[in-house]
């Protein structure tokens, strides 16, 4: 929002929210059924509704390689991170896409010539180049630098500027006002053509392509074109920016106005003094190397659309079910046979700095269910196996194994790859310490029995042994498990008992628990998972904290996706156990059955700024 917002600030179709595209439905409805008839459609109608799903095809291919790209490092153009208010803000990049759709039917509708274009008209096209190039350009350039005028900007064109690190959706962040005047000087090549009976498919639809492409190369915050190209042609400079160019716009604001043509910047004197620098230095910018690996993998079918380089809106909130994209099963579904089939190497999610260090998080391209098939292991193992080697040729002090990759019955905890090569320099960290620590301190003091649910692990009998030193009883509901315990955990003589499900208020839980038996908990008990993966919560009167996790410090830089199910700058206990781990410089793997010292874990963490999450009020 601009800092003073002027009338027709926010876009018409606002109120509808998700549901804003029902505005095209009659439209689409008669477009498809003149498709339908004898005499055929008319493709300038018809071919709206295609055109509008491949631009956010189009422009979700750009942000998810900008932001792969800058992740990377190498030939970034702005150091600094996204935070979440700027990602809130580029949600509704696609009201523009709309908003042409419907601009689009209603001239089809009110202007006969409009209709039956041929695919293609030499001419036309010539003279939407050239119209664009003059006209368009230059009376840009000038509005431009009038909407940075005190009164303009205020009210309007600081809220495009608010994003001084761009993406390529920054570019279509804009008031609804503002679009107006755009689509106005854009339609100005589109209209000449048509009344001079010159236009074409190929112009119109093609016209809108050149629009959206450009503005993506010159917010995508990574310089890719190459030197080479404007030794051969010196002239390009003037009739095409290149990102950098444009990033300068956005952290001088003063220089740089041209639309996709500096030639106007050159006329008039406001092309910025490092221009050149900038690019060249952009060029030459290496990848950076990682001090700290979170290997991760993904979780839900739906998880690929949820990662930081899928749908923004979905990566910065926490991971939930949403029903539209129950419609892009078949894609969905093409992705998970595409992974269990090929082998596929970790991929670069992404990157985070603090005090110093350039952390980074890897993704095995699997899903949860995978884990689980016996037949898969081979490949799990291979795959974080050689995650684990790159980091290690990469230079990075920590691997953190996040999720199922740390999975006892998989690697027992990251042992194996220490026995297969015990003279790793990369300290492998699975967490278990601090995820015992964070459920521990999560308990409400005064508290003198807890009730153990689900399979025990690592982590649980951590905990159990814990709860036995601070003498809190801790209750099971069967003989077996009574037995195993015992056998597990030292000091427990009379510290185990057997309960009535019912009893207990604070329920320690994990993965493999019959979920069912919430129904029978007393009311108003608090579920505190130790587990990677939430519990379902089938109870409303009673309260159940976060898997374990904790808040990030505020100068945790570059945080602007949610991580799985946690609430916005919350990171997991496995994926902060291994930053700590580099930060206090632990020269030990904390892996297979070692766990190291519960406090110490915990006091480091929160001396380095991370903070335990709230937990949810008794009634």
Not at 449 to 471: D, E, M, P, T, Y
């Amino acid at each position: 929002m601009a800092s003073k917002p002027g009338i027709l600030t926010d876009w018409p179709w606002k109120p509808l929210g998700n549901f804003k595209f029902v505005i095209i439905t009659p439209w689409v409805v008669h477009s498809m059924y003149t498709l339908t008839t004898k005499e055929g459609g008319d493709p300038v109608n018809y071919l709206v509704l295609p055109f509008i799903v491949m631009r956010m095809v189009h422009n979700q291919i750009w942000i998810s390689v900008s932001r792969y790209r800058t992740a990377k490092g190498n030939n970034r153009i702005v150091d600094r991170g996204l935070e979440f208010d700027q990602v809130d803000r580029e949600t509704n990049w696609d009201d523009q896409i709309l908003f042409t759709a419907i601009l689009f039917y209603i001239g089809y509708m009110v202007f006969p010539f409009a209709s039956k274009l041929p695919w293609w008209n030499t001419k036309g096209v010539i003279m939407t180049a050239i119209l664009h190039a003059g006209p368009v350009e230059f009376i840009y350039y000038w509005f431009h630098r009038a909407l940075h005028h005190h009164f303009l900007y205020t009210r309007y064109h600081s809220h495009h500027h608010s994003s001084i690190v761009t993406q390529p959706i920054t570019s279509v962040t804009h008031p609804f006002a503002e679009h107006l005047a755009y689509f106005t000087l854009f339609a100005i090549p589109m209209m000449t053509t048509l009344i001079t009976r010159t236009s074409s498919i190929a112009a119109l639809y093609g016209y809108i392509v050149y629009i959206d492409f450009m503005n993506n190369v010159g917010h995508c915050n990574f310089e890719f074109f190459p030197k080479i190209l404007f030794s051969v042609f010196p002239l390009l400079k003037y009739f095409s920016y290149t990102p950098a160019f444009h990033s300068l716009h956005h952290t001088k604001f003063r220089t740089n106005y041209s639309l996709f043509m500096p030639i106007y910047d050159y006329i008039y004197g406001t092309v910025d003094t490092s221009t050149e620098t900038t690019y060249e230095t952009c060029l030459k910018k290496p990848m950076e190397v990682a001090d700290v690996v979170h290997l991760t993998h993904l979780t839900t079918l739906h998880s690929i659309y949820q990662l930081r380089l899928g749908v923004a809106s979905l990566a910065s909130n926490p991971q939930t079910s949403k029903w539209y994209l129950h419609l892009m099963w078949p894609f969905t579904f093409c992705s998970m046979l595409i992974t269990t089939c090929l082998h596929g190497p970790a991929f670069l999610l992404e990157t985070n700095n603090f005090q110093n260090l350039n952390l980074q998080s890897w993704v095995i391209p699997r899903f949860k269910i995978q884990y689980f098939l016996r037949w898969q292991s081979g490949t799990l193992n291979n795959l974080i196996e050689e995650a684990i080697m790159e980091a290690e040729l990469g230079g990075a002090k920590v691997i953190s194994l996040g999720l199922l990759n740390q999975k006892e019955e998989l690697n027992a905890h990251g042992e194996v790859y220490i026995r297969k090569y015990p003279k790793l320099k990369i300290k492998i960290v699975d967490g278990s310490s601090l995820a015992a620590a964070i459920v521990l301190n999560s308990i409400p003091k005064g508290t003198n029995q807890v009730l153990l649910r689900g399979n025990f692990n690592k982590v649980s009998f951590a905990i159990a042994n814990a709860l036995c030193r601070r003498n809190i009883q801790v209750a099971l509901l069967h003989k077996e498990e009574l037995k195993m315990l015992q056998q597990r955990v030292t000091k427990s003589k009379g510290r185990f008992t057997l309960s009535p499900i019912n009893t207990p208020k604070i329920w320690i839980v994990g993965d493999g628990w019959d979920e069912d038996e919430q129904m029978s908990a007393s009311k108003g008990s608090l579920f505190i998972p130790f587990s990677h993966f939430p519990p379902k919560k089938f109870r409303k009167d009673c309260y159940f904290h976060f898997t374990p996790a904790m808040t990030a410090p505020p100068k945790f830089m570059n945080l602007h996706s949610c991580e799985n199910w946690l609430p916005r700058r919350v990171l997991s206990a496995w994926r902060i156990a291994g930053i700590v781990h580099a930060l206090e410089g632990w020269n030990v793997h904390e892996c297979g059955y070692t766990i190291l010292s519960i406090k110490k874990v915990w006091q480091a963490s929160l001396f380095h700024g991370f903070q335990p999450l709230k937990i949810p009020h008794s009634p």
